[in-house]
């Protein structure tokens, strides 16, 4: 188990990580489905009940699916340990479904995709994610309301009993008194059962051409831009180097394209890059809205970019690795910000403590400090691009 203490800090945070993912689905839609109904009633609780408990003690529980994981995380004040981790693992592992709830649950699950399908933002980052990783693959395809309606409550309860019920999650614990908290878990971890040996396992993707993809929406006000390219992770390295670059281009206010298309342009509010990371591979975003008469000096403002940053072979990354720092180190009930990094590490399969070697050593770079640019991340040609208007 990790544990990250911050005595006096007077919260705690205990973090269930199971490897369990998409592709382990029957249906489609199916391991969000079941994550949606995971806070619902249990064996010993009903719905009413069980959330009377969770205010009373002011305890809060979020259970939630990626494509890779399945994730239950509480969060409490310390003097509730006794009556927090007790409910936590009566959630996960005693979870009690019901026809009536499940119905509500996709019905709301249903209507806020149906509203998602109305806006620019969400049919371009849809559209992106469907080329770059695939329709039906586990990574990159989005649920659609049909989905939902082809999921039944044995489907849920199959999967549940199957995959969840019977498999020992990896936790982490941060916050105050990990002690007694520690001593909770190892309590409460007495009390089940667990035959599954579940291990996540590594999902190929294969590499598509670059494509340019637009969509027209009926009555929309501005253009959704997004740009994004696959890069194969074959080191911890290849992660820092990814890490870093992002952050240079988008990743906080006064990045690259910050400065450009906003600041000296003026063709957007707000432009962002942003990583997904899985299992051997990451994909890097760039994405920003703007009036549908600038796309294109847009893009070539950006084509540009790219082709300047790329003749400099190195580049000065000092201020970019201070500003990671910055994101990583936030100061308030910092154990719990800095749990949320070793849970990643391990989804990616590296050390935490080498990450956290690398990450403090950004503290102080010398200005001089400098990387090299070997990926194709500033070949514009090889971006795929989606532009919903």
């Keep these: 188990m990790q544990i990250i203490s911050e005595p006096g800090c007077q919260v705690f945070k205990l973090v269930a990580l199971f490897p369990i993912g998409r592709n382990l689905e029957s249906k489609r839609a199916l391991v969000q489905s079941v994550a949606a109904m995971m806070k619902k009633s249990t064996q010993k609780k009903t719905n009413k009940r069980l959330h009377e408990w969770l205010d009373k003690y002011s305890i809060q529980i979020e259970i939630f699916s990626t494509p890779t994981h399945f994730t239950a995380e509480l969060y409490c004040h310390v003097q509730f340990l006794n009556q927090a981790i007790p409910i936590f693992f009566e959630i996960l592992f005693q979870a009690k479904f019901i026809k009536t709830q499940w119905h509500m649950v996709r019905d709301q699950t249903m209507s806020f995709i149906e509203q998602q399908m109305k806006q620019t933002d969400f049919w371009a980052d849809k559209l992106l994610s469907e080329h770059l990783l695939g329709k039906q693959h586990p990574l990159g395809y989005y649920s659609c309301p049909k989905d939902y309606t082809h999921i039944n409550l044995e489907d849920i309860e ?11 999650p990896q936790f982490f614990l941060a916050g105050d008194n990990t ?18 040996r579940t291990k996540s396992k590594s999902i190929s993707i294969e590499q598509n051409l670059p ?12 253009a959704s831009v997004r740009l994004g390219q696959l890069f194969e992770r074959k080191s911890f390295q290849d992660f820092q180097n990814l890490e870093l670059l992002n952050i240079f281009l ?21 432009v962002y890059s942003h990583l997904n990371h899985f299992p051997g591979y990451s994909v890097f975003y760039i994405g920003f809205e703007t009036d549908k008469k600038n796309l294109a000096m847009a893009l070539d403002a950006i084509s540009n970019l790219f082709l300047r940053l790329k003749k400099d072979m190195k580049l000065k990354i000092a201020e970019s690795a201070k500003e990671y720092y910055s994101q990583w180190s936030k100061n308030g009930e910092r154990s719990l910000q800095e749990i949320t990094y070793a849970v990643r590490m391990k989804k990616l ?21 400098t990387i090299s640019i070997e990926s194709t991340i500033f070949d514009f040609s090889k971006y ?3 532009i919903v208007y």
């Design 179 to 196: 002690v007694d908290a520690l001593k909770l878990v190892n309590i409460e971890m007495k009390n089940y059962r667990f035959s599954n």
């Design 158 to 168: 199959h999967f549940y009993k199957e995959f969840i019920q019977t498999c020992k």
């Design 384 to 386: 795929s691009k989606t």
């Design 349 to 369: 399969g590296y050390s935490y403590l080498d990450y956290l070697t690398w990450v403090n050593s950004l503290e102080n770079l010398p200005k001089s400090a």
């Design 250 to 270: 988008g990743g906080y206010y006064m990045s690259e394209l910050m400065k450009l298309l906003r600041v000296e342009l003026g063709l957007t509010y707000g």
């Design 211 to 222: 494509q340019m993809i637009e969509r027209k929406l009926t009555a929309t006000a501005q």
